[in-house]
């Protein structure tokens, strides 16, 4: 009787949707303008039931001053809402923290590293809960939840290097991987491929300002060519103008067109304590190329 589905606004689709219960994660630059966004999340949520919104930033803040106060339940990560994640202690591959609901405080322990999936969590369980589950019973299974493919996914450790599958492909996503990698020691070594010259054209400036920010000076950032599925494209914004944009900055970042050659680019570049992760979207074979930086590591 209960229909779950992710949909996003990539196609527009979304605003075919009326759901009873809505959950907002984000409202950031992937496929659309921000004005688009807008409007599509705003008319997606205001025909929910109840909606769950994160108002952990000024943009979903502001979309969620806009809806019935009645029918909303906020999150926030460290943040005042309705429910909030307090006390955040991170591990390498886990996270615990303790959720604030109205009337009591419950340990939550997660399997999946990152400030990003305390956000995800607080997303379903405020779901869940809107849904006539008890918070004590959602707090309990969501701790069996041992993560997806291709979301900050360990392919393996090799020579003291460990190989990382992602799924980030936009500014707020790759940001989110770069700050759970930062929370530890080492090096991290990057390999990103733009998925389609479309995106990489809407996105470029915030792209080139995330990495100059999230990156540190020791970090080293390859873009191979964007993947091409076929089409007419147009070409105006490329992997080396991203690059070009990056390096003017002083961050490492390098063009290296061909993607195997930017991976052996990679590899031999990495050292003991170094963590190498496999970033982009649109391209199941990316999880291929991690596995096989792996491979070469081990030779």
Do not use: W
């Amino acid at each position: 009787e209960t229909y779950v589905s992710e949909v996003d606004e990539s196609d527009g689709s979304i605003a075919l949707y009326s759901p009873t219960i809505a959950v907002l994660n984000n409202v950031s630059l992937d496929h659309k303008s921000l004005e688009e966004l807008r409007q599509l999340f705003g008319d997606f949520a205001a025909k929910a039931r109840i909606t769950i919104v994160n108002v952990g930033d000024a943009e979903r803040a502001a979309l969620a001053m806009a809806l019935d106060r009645g029918r909303t339940t906020s999150f926030a990560v460290e943040g005042e809402a309705d429910l909030s994640a307090r006390n955040l202690q991170p591990a390498s591959f886990a996270i615990r923290f303790d959720l604030i609901p109205p009337d009591a405080t419950l340990p939550v322990q997660l399997a999946v590293p990152g400030r990003h999936n305390v956000a995800n969590a607080l997303a379903a369980l405020g779901a869940v809960a809107a849904a006539g589950v008890p918070l004590t019973d959602a707090v309990r299974a969501i701790e069996g939840f041992a993560g997806l493919g291709r979301r900050f996914e360990l392919v393996g450790e090799a020579n003291g290097v460990a190989v990382i599958d992602d799924f980030g492909h936009n500014p707020d996503k790759i940001g989110a991987t770069l700050d759970t990698l930062h929370a530890f020691p080492g090096r991290v070594l990057a390999l990103f491929q733009p998925h389609g010259f479309g995106p990489l054209k809407v996105m470029r400036r915030e792209l080139v300002a995330m990495f100059i920010d999230k990156l540190r000076d020791d970090d080293l950032l390859v873009l191979p060519a964007p993947v091409y599925q076929g089409g007419t494209v147009s070409r105006e914004v490329t992997s080396a103008d991203i690059v070009a944009d990056i390096a003017a900055s002083g961050r490492t970042a390098r063009h290296i067109a061909d993607r195997d050659a930017a991976a052996t680019h990679l590899v031999a570049q990495a050292r003991p304590g170094d963590r190498i992760v496999v970033m982009g979207a649109r391209d199941d074979t990316l999880s291929l190329l991690a596995a096989d930086m792996l491979t070469a590591l081990r030779r």
